[in-house]
Structures are given as C-alpha cells and as structure tokens.
C-alpha cells in the first residue's frame, strides 16, 4: 500500500505502471481517518520511509504504535531514535541498499515481529510523554537563558 499523496505522486504511480507492478501496489491517497490508518499500519509488516529530507517523521511513530517497524534511511532526521535490527531496520542511501535491507527484513518472519515490538516500546512516543518531554526541555532552555526574560513572572 502507498498511502498519501504529494507532488511526486502521479510521477510514482507512472513508474509503478512501467515496472509492471500495478496489481501488487495500491495507492490510497491522503487518509486523515486515525482509524483507517491504524488499520492500514497494524495490517503492515513493515513501513518504508526513504526519505532523507523529512524530519523526524510522526509517521514512523504512528507505525510503531501499531507494532510495525520502519526501515529508513541511516542517519536521516527520521531515523533518529532507530537501532538496527532493534527497533527498526536502517539501510544507506541506495536503491541497492534499501532493497538488501528490505529483502533480508521480510525473510525472516519471527525477527521482523521482535523488531516490531522493541519499535512499539522504543520509537513510539504517547502524546503525554511528548508534552512531558518538550515541558521539561523548555524549563531547562528558560532557566539555563542568561538574559532578563522579556515577561513577567506570574504572582498568583
């Protein structure tokens, strides 16, 4: 399943007709239903992300919510908080590479689903330990900040 959409898309879509792939790739579109996509993402074995340029993706958390593993691309902003064979599958920056990583991740059934599982407890992140994480890093850039704040402290 590709799902979303983007600039690139009809171009992906063109390439997949090419290589003769049409009835083993399907294109959902955008799916801003967070129950569809759970579906989507709990019936995958593995989410491919290869993109270099996107930031710690939300998605790759998404994925790991749902017991699924990413492979990604090694030292992208995405890849952040990935250990090989860990939590994750991480390959370098070749179609060559991704395709080895793939191969190797989807032959051995019982690792991919370890892996999975150390996603969901290791790259998920729940929205209350976001907060708690980003609260705690904003105390500590305020009280480390070596200039007058330019506000008033609250008295009540």
């Known amino acids: 399943y590709f799902v979303g959409d983007g600039y690139d898309l009809p171009e992906i879509e063109k390439y997949t007709r090419q290589l003769g792939l049409s009835g083993c790739v399907y294109f959902t579109g955008k799916i801003i239903d967070r129950e569809k996509l759970k579906t989507y993402f ?17 998605v790759v958390k998404e994925a790991a919510a749902c017991d699924t593993p990413s492979l990604l691309v090694r030292g992208s902003c995405a890849a952040e908080g990935v250990t090989d064979g860990q939590n994750g599958f991480l390959c370098e920056e070749t179609p060559e590479d991704f395709a080895r990583v793939l191969l190797a991740a989807v032959a051995d059934r019982k690792k991919l689903g370890e892996v999975g599982i150390g996603a ?16 705690r890093r904003y105390v500590e850039v305020v009280e480390a900040w070596p200039y007058p704040l330019p506000y008033r402290k609250r008295t009540d």
């Open 42 to 58: 709990g019936r995958s074995d593995l989410f491919l992300f290869p993109s270099t340029y996107d930031t710690s993706g939300l």
């Open 120 to 135: 969901s407890r290791e790259v998920y992140l729940s929205w209350e330990d976001a907060i708690d994480r980003a609260y």
